[in-house]
């Protein structure tokens, strides 16, 4: 597995995939190639259906700078869902011509090129994980440092900054989301609506909701957030972090710290044996891995046992499997965001589940996510990504006969 310095990144929204991926490709291909002075720019299949809702091309712009560049779709499924042909010339001549995948939480990948990542974990299923701490007597944060060096401190401390920075502007802002849908921002309303005779459980929803919409909505709008481990799924685990801090003087910053670096191998553990791309595997590789990597988060928080942090990942994954990526019109916003509130919500509640009923488990984090991976296989193409399915096919349905 990759450090988590792959699966944590600070970028700008609305998709890890679709935006920060391509952005990234065109970028190194253009600074490797000076000479290019236009490009042509072929988007397949899920980037060629949604490209348009999670803003590839400008973002593919931006990194082109004022090279002029042409854009193309075509469906190919025999292609990486997350597929860019790449062709810069000089002139006339063609003097490049790469083709990407973007596959998922920023991460890149050029067709035919040697991979310059250097796997840096020895351990590649959390039941060996799990059997090498417990030889050494050490918690699975104290697994992450000795594997990343105790540097990955420092780093954390840094996404968790970004965390909370996305937190605070998101809840300050208020307007309509980019995009034909004039999604209104909700996160300040949810926010300010808090009563002082409120039940704690309404509080608390209401709270942890209102964080995870404030990334969310930031997110949608383009601004800075961090991949966790996507962009459509950034919302979860700062929520369930910024709220406990918030509540309980003993959450101190070492314990976040320690949070987010178990979170951040769940999340590598998903990422290496399964998938965290809507595009492959549909909403619950984004929403259910970032909802696993909050329970076990959470369960951190709380120095639980390795078992019951291994629980309570599993659970939250284990009830998204199926879930479907129907985003309406191709942006993230209808129903990501108030996926993450929910996804937030049940983090917490997998972890008080896994607290009174790990002894009782039958199932592994290791075959769930296997699971996962297998549904995200058999699922339908429209249901990933393409907005040809779900909530996304029924919405212009009914927009259509001026129902909606």
């Avoid at 000076?34 to 988007?43: A, Q, R």
Wanted: glycine fraction near 8%.
């Amino acid at each position: 597995m990759l450090s988590i310095k792959y699966l944590y990144q600070v970028g700008h929204g609305p998709s890890s995939s679709h935006t920060m991926g391509p952005a990234k490709a065109v970028k190194i291909v253009k600074e490797a190639n000076p000479t290019c002075d236009h490009y042509e720019i072929m988007l397949y299949n899920s980037l060629a259906l949604t490209g348009k809702g999670h803003l590839t091309e400008e973002a593919i712009k931006e990194s082109l700078g004022d090279s002029p560049v042409a854009f193309l779709t075509s469906i190919d499924l025999s292609k990486h869902p997350n597929t860019l042909r790449i062709q810069g010339f000089e002139g006339d001549l063609l003097k490049v011509d790469k083709e990407v995948n973007s596959t998922g939480g920023g991460r890149i990948v050029f067709v035919g090129d040697v991979s310059e990542e250097v796997h840096i974990y020895p351990h590649q299923t959390f039941k060996e994980i799990k059997k090498y701490c417990k030889s050494k007597h050490m918690g699975l944060h104290d697994y992450v440092y000795e594997v990343e060096g105790e540097e990955i401190k420092v780093f954390l401390e840094e996404i968790w900054e970004a965390m909370k920075s996305s937190i605070i502007s998101g809840i300050a802002t208020h307007g309509i989301l980019p995009g034909p849908l004039k999604m209104k921002r909700k996160a300040p309303e949810l926010y300010g609506k808090l009563k002082t005779n409120d039940k704690p459980e309404l509080v608390e929803n209401r709270l942890v909701a209102s964080y995870a919409f404030a990334v969310s909505e930031e997110n949608a709008s383009g601004g800075i957030i961090v991949t966790a481990p996507t962009c459509g799924a950034c919302g979860v685990l700062p929520a369930v972090l910024y709220y406990m801090h918030e509540k309980h003087h003993f959450i101190t910053k070492e314990r976040i710290i320690n949070g987010l670096a178990v979170a951040g191998l769940i999340g590598n553990l998903i990422k290496h044996n399964a998938s965290i791309s809507g595009a492959v595997a549909g909403c619950q590789a984004e929403i259910g891995s970032a909802c696993s990597m909050a329970a076990a988060a959470h369960a951190t928080l709380f120095n639980l046992s390795m078992d019951q942090i291994e629980y309570a990942a599993e659970i939250a994954m284990e009830h998204h499997l199926g879930l479907t990526c129907d985003p309406v019109n191709g942006y993230v916003q209808i129903p990501c965001i108030e996926r993450n509130a929910v996804a937030a919500l049940r983090a917490i509640d997998a972890c008080g589940l896994a607290y009174f009923l790990t002894d009782s488990r039958k199932i592994s984090l290791d075959m769930v996510i296997q699971t996962m991976y297998q549904t995200g296989l058999d699922m339908h193409q429209s249901y990933k990504e393409t907005s040809q399915g779900g909530l996304a096919f029924y919405f212009k349905e009914e927009d259509d006969v001026n129902c909606w």
